[in-house]
């Protein structure tokens, strides 16, 4: 009798699908079950926007789309050169994915900040989390975004320092989720009315 638990074979049955996605299959469990919990927050949004229309029109208007147009920019440039780091490692080039990286890294950074002068700026007003339903949510899930996106930064210097192509892709795989959840509620929160 042979054994099959070590040959590859049996690792691609023990995680089926999820054993076809680059980098580790355990991140790929993570961002299937937190884009699930953010599935959940862009539903109760829309049922909560449907029972009071006219006070998330108001809300809505109260954000500053440029802030939040430039954070996209920032994401969707930070996930390109985190997807150059990815392709500098499959190409041997240690050094080069580390700086691609970095940069990644400088960018959500950047979008941290741009999101605290956004936060500033409503605090400023007297707009808080308790303010009404719309900016209930609009903390909710943009401060849980920020929070992915420190846990992100996280991950990528972990990546940087333990540069693998195995880690540079489940790093990169965490990052292009904090972007696609970006991409998902920044119209949902700001522009759809």
Request: aromatic share 12%; hydrophobic share 55%.
């Amino acid at each position: 009798m042979t054994d099959t638990t070590s040959s590859p074979d049996a690792a691609a049955r023990e995680w089926g699908a999820l054993s076809n996605l680059p980098g580790n299959p355990i991140m790929w469990v993570l961002i299937i079950s937190e884009l699930l919990v953010f599935g959940a927050f862009f539903l109760g949004f829309g049922a909560a926007r449907i029972l009071d229309v006219e006070m998330f029109r108001a809300g809505q208007e109260m954000l500053d789309l440029r802030l939040g147009g430039l954070n996209t920019l920032i994401l969707v440039t930070s996930g390109w050169l985190a997807a150059k780091a990815v392709q500098a490692g499959h190409a041997g080039q240690g050094a080069a994915s580390r700086r691609w990286l970095l940069a990644a890294g400088v960018l959500g950074f950047a979008f941290l900040v741009v999101k605290g002068v956004e936060y500033a700026d409503k605090a400023a007003h007297g707009i808080d989390i308790e303010t009404n339903t719309f900016f209930t949510l609009f903390y909710l899930m943009t401060g849980f975004h920020a929070l992915h996106v420190v846990m992100g930064l996280v991950v990528l210097a972990i990546v940087g320092w333990r540069n693998s192509v195995d880690n540079l892709e489940t790093g990169a795989a965490f990052w292009h989720m904090v972007d696609l959840i970006w991409l998902i509620l920044f119209p949902i929160v700001y522009l759809v009315r």
